[in-house]
């Protein structure tokens, strides 16, 4: 299976089928992110390929500024340094990609309004941050695809540096290497091995077919009006 048909396949399948599969593979909690992250509104739901990124704590004090023009060259160069990882990511490389940061959940809004559209533009799934989001309101009304550990009003700038793209990682309590298929829903973030993908399909398509059977017939006993959920094998 190429990766183009594997992410249109998982696309299919909740977060919970998934997990289900992991266990029946007997990777029980094997790529299950930490509770504390979780999607920046409720409905945000994507799948990819991980992008991995990590940036490291401060090092070093944080500069005093005198003037209004000392503080934006202070913080354009700082954030030449933490944002370098952007310049990775392109309109050209960017499909079915989900870009993973670690920052070891430190408090730092790395991610908030302008990013996102930046991000969007290039044409990247969604991001999961070990670490905050800011600007929430404004990045919540461009739809931005985000799920954090926190969400805060402070800057990245003098609380994380830059650090690593492209290699192995450690977000919200999970090991994630590049290349690994991250799930996320309102459930939380799944990261699945591209190794075992093809085989959690096979157990996620029977929790899938069985839950929709049992849940239509539910809908009908109550008197519900069908809707999407009950169609997601038709994606």
């Known amino acids: 299976m190429t990766n183009e048909e594997l992410i249109k396949e998982l696309r299919k399948y909740r977060c919970a089928d998934l997990s289900d599969a992991m266990d029946a ?5 094997v790529g299950t992110m930490d509770e504390r992250m979780r999607p920046l509104r409720p409905g945000i739901e994507f799948k990819g390929f991980a992008h991995t990124v990590k940036l490291y ?3 070093g004090k944080v500069k005093e500024c005198k003037t209004v023009e000392e ?4 913080l354009s160069r700082e954030c030449n340094n933490i944002y370098s990882f952007v310049d990775t990511i392109t309109e050209e490389n960017s499909k079915d990609m989900v870009v993973v940061i670690d920052m070891d959940g430190i408090r ?3 991610w908030g309004s302008e990013i996102a559209m930046n991000m969007m533009r290039r044409g990247i799934e969604g991001v999961v941050i070990d670490g905050g989001c800011r600007d929430s309101y404004e990045t919540n009304l461009e739809n931005a695809p985000v799920f954090c550990t926190r969400r805060t009003f402070t800057h990245s700038y003098g609380r994380v540096q830059g650090g ?8 919200a309590g999970v090991t994630v290497k590049p290349g690994d298929v991250i799930c ?3 459930d939380g973030v799944l990261v699945i091995p591209r190794e075992v993908a093809e085989d959690v399909i096979k157990f996620a398509k029977l929790q899938l077919e069985e839950d929709i059977k049992t849940r239509s017939d539910h809908y009908k006993a109550l008197g519900f009006k069908p809707d999407e ?3 997601r094998l038709s994606k």
């Open 25 to 29: 593979l007997g990777l029980v909690d």
């Open 229 to 231: 959920t009950l169609e």
């Open 57 to 59: 704590p401060k090092q």
């Open 71 to 74: 503080w934006k060259e202070e």
């Open 184 to 186: 996320a829903d309102d």
């Open 164 to 171: 690593t793209v492209g290699e192995v990682i450690n977000c």
């Open 108 to 110: 730092g809004g790395l």
